[in-house]
């Protein structure tokens, strides 16, 4: 793509802590890209302008788009992108699919932003089904894990596809050569797993990815490869449970602190070093999870995003338009002789 | 049922650390639950009593029989079961079947143990598919957590027997009164799941459970709800995922001792910590997986079980049959008749 400045787009009102956090988050990304990107806000101008001239911030270059139109967490999706047409969410969309931005970040209702996604801007082409990417810690490193809730049900060329778009998002972005790829089962023989798994190992194994085979719970964590594939429900549950751990395990210190002296001791050390879990954990701070597959860059991010985490989304989201990561995709599953024969293989 | 000792056929040969442990474990069970439980050691008997002759324990009053098949974790099940009619599982399993002993504990190939389980054993009257039902810890206390791995592929109704059992076990072993039954799923509201959730998830709500509706992958931990219900897909992945947890930490731990001095001060309060976590996490330590639904008692052992958790395997056999736990699941699903209506329904 031709060089220039890489616009995002910003749902001001999307999360728990908004507009205050995607504020702030805006500002630290202004700080840290700006040669880059230029930063678009959309949301209740009112409360947004309000919200930069409390941190004496009113000079920041940000372009701010009025989006009225509020869609909650407890929404239902289809439902608030068809009342709510003035919302953030679908306005700050509407400007990808206008090509007045190159990407959209949203921290807000997930369903709604993944309704709007493929609604507005469609699939790329050859894509069957979009899936959430996210970043996992592991012991040896980050693991691209998808997908993280977008299609509860899914068809062996669904996670054969997210098997693709991972691998060139582990390459491009992670900058993984040749990224192992593995299905997520309950055994690592190949007759090992339910029909869905069991289908999806032959397209799998005949294809052109570096296919590692089976993979258990346990080498999420552990790194046995790049890219862990799985439909969105076992994804989802996998995501959630990881994400509680945190609680558990402050709860666990809790109760021990108050047994002994000595772990009273201990404590403060034990804090640090759940924060340090806390943020391995938190998808967020490796920048958010981008809806690979539909037409445009866009990228959802906790509902509780940090000013950091909505800063380190724009870095990816800049990242993956300059890497034109939605281009490979396209390439790879439109052009991609063997690929395609796979798919077409299954669908007929 | 008679008050008698209850016979407990523990798998000598089962385990990473078999003959070792399990005799450890037997020795442990004898010292404490002796007037209750008469201990069965199946395995290689040259191999057990040169075991019991080390530690000087020839004197404990086991009955030990020779079963000279060594089924290793690498068998394939069906293959061993067929092949190695003489191996520890396959007697040990035939002692129930023949009224020889009253509950059979292993720590060996989990598939070969179901396998044997449900055709020698076969189903309890009414139980469409058994189902491991493992406890875990939450914030609030134990969780019971069904299935584990038995069924990779379930059906609605299926699902609806695990509420049932795994009540049933809450209430009977674990004392929690009218326990709160869970669906796993992808978020709280009926409508959120996949086509096999969306579909239970109305067997549960019209049912006679004390049904709360769908919890998050989150909510395990937290504790919401005191039986959380799933495939065996889904529960094997999460299960294995949450064992990992601990390597996981102990490699961030270890990396941050490396990085400050701090730390490495603290290394040893965190030392506890995570062996503290480690036990938390680690089922065996509530006594290993009962397979529900086999008409006998038949528990599954981690494969690295400590002689602490054969201990209190034995402990929750010996539990299992003193409170009946078959007899009022098959009183449940056969004879109440609202149950059984929900169930012909989905059959129909």
């Given at each position: 793509m031709e060089r220039g400045k890489v616009r995002i787009a910003l749902d001001a009102m999307g999360g728990d802590f908004a507009p205050k956090s995607v504020v702030l988050g805006a500002i630290k990304a202004h700080k840290e890209l700006a040669d880059n990107v230029k930063l678009i806000l959309v949301g209740d101008k009112g409360k947004v302008l309000l919200e930069l001239s409390q941190l004496g911030s009113e000079n920041y270059p940000f372009e701010v788009i009025h989006a009225?139109?509020?869609?909650?967490?407890?929404?239902?999706?289809?439902?608030a992108l068809r009342r709510k047409k003035n919302s953030s969410i679908s306005l700050g969309i509407n400007l990808l699919k206008e090509g007045k931005a190159d990407a959209f970040i949203s921290g807000g209702n997930t369903g709604a932003v993944m309704a709007s996604a493929l609604f507005t801007l469609r699939r790329i082409e050859g894509v069957l089904r979009p899936a959430i990417t996210t970043c996992l810690p592991s012991e040896k490193g980050i693991v691209v894990f998808l997908d993280g809730g977008a299609n509860a049900d899914c068809k062996p060329q669904n996670l054969f596809q997210f098997g693709v778009m991972g691998s060139i998002y582990a390459n491009s972005i992670m900058k993984i050569k040749n990224p192992k790829v593995g299905l997520l089962s309950i055994g690592v023989e190949?007759?090992?797993?339910?029909?869905?798994?069991?289908?999806?190992?032959?397209l799998f194994s005949n294809s052109c990815l570096n296919f590692v085979g089976n993979v258990e719970g346990r080498d999420v964590l552990k790194g046995t490869c790049d890219v862990v594939v799985c439909d969105g429900f076992v994804g989802n549950i996998v995501l959630k449970f990881a994400e509680s751990f945190d609680g558990f395990l402050t709860s666990l210190v809790k109760k021990r602190v108050k047994e002994s002296l000595l772990f009273r001791l201990g404590a403060f050390l034990l804090k640090i070093s759940i924060r340090d879990l806390r943020r391995t954990l938190d998808y967020a701070e490796y920048g958010g999870a981008p809806l690979l597959g539909v037409d445009g860059v866009c990228i959802i991010c906790h509902g509780g995003s940090s000013p950091k985490a909505i800063k380190n989304a724009a870095k990816l989201a800049c990242d993956m338009v300059e890497k034109e990561v939605n281009k490979t995709i396209k390439d790879k599953l439109t052009q991609n002789s063997k690929v395609l024969k796979e798919i077409n293989e299954l669908n007929d």
């Amino acid at each position: 793509m031709e060089r220039g400045k890489v616009r995002i787009a910003l749902d001001a009102m999307g999360g728990d802590f908004a507009p205050k956090s995607v504020v702030l988050g805006a500002i630290k990304a202004h700080k840290e890209l700006a040669d880059n990107v230029k930063l678009i806000l959309v949301g209740d101008k009112g409360k947004v302008l309000l919200e930069l001239s409390q941190l004496g911030s009113e000079n920041y270059p940000f372009e701010v788009i009025h989006a009225p139109g509020l869609i909650t967490m407890a929404d239902s999706p289809v439902d608030a992108l068809r009342r709510k047409k003035n919302s953030s969410i679908s306005l700050g969309i509407n400007l990808l699919k206008e090509g007045k931005a190159d990407a959209f970040i949203s921290g807000g209702n997930t369903g709604a932003v993944m309704a709007s996604a493929l609604f507005t801007l469609r699939r790329i082409e050859g894509v069957l089904r979009p899936a959430i990417t996210t970043c996992l810690p592991s012991e040896k490193g980050i693991v691209v894990f998808l997908d993280g809730g977008a299609n509860a049900d899914c068809k062996p060329q669904n996670l054969f596809q997210f098997g693709v778009m991972g691998s060139i998002y582990a390459n491009s972005i992670m900058k993984i050569k040749n990224p192992k790829v593995g299905l997520l089962s309950i055994g690592v023989e190949q007759t090992k797993g339910n029909e869905l798994i069991l289908e999806s190992y032959k397209l799998f194994s005949n294809s052109c990815l570096n296919f590692v085979g089976n993979v258990e719970g346990r080498d999420v964590l552990k790194g046995t490869c790049d890219v862990v594939v799985c439909d969105g429900f076992v994804g989802n549950i996998v995501l959630k449970f990881a994400e509680s751990f945190d609680g558990f395990l402050t709860s666990l210190v809790k109760k021990r602190v108050k047994e002994s002296l000595l772990f009273r001791l201990g404590a403060f050390l034990l804090k640090i070093s759940i924060r340090d879990l806390r943020r391995t954990l938190d998808y967020a701070e490796y920048g958010g999870a981008p809806l690979l597959g539909v037409d445009g860059v866009c990228i959802i991010c906790h509902g509780g995003s940090s000013p950091k985490a909505i800063k380190n989304a724009a870095k990816l989201a800049c990242d993956m338009v300059e890497k034109e990561v939605n281009k490979t995709i396209k390439d790879k599953l439109t052009q991609n002789s063997k690929v395609l024969k796979e798919i077409n293989e299954l669908n007929d």
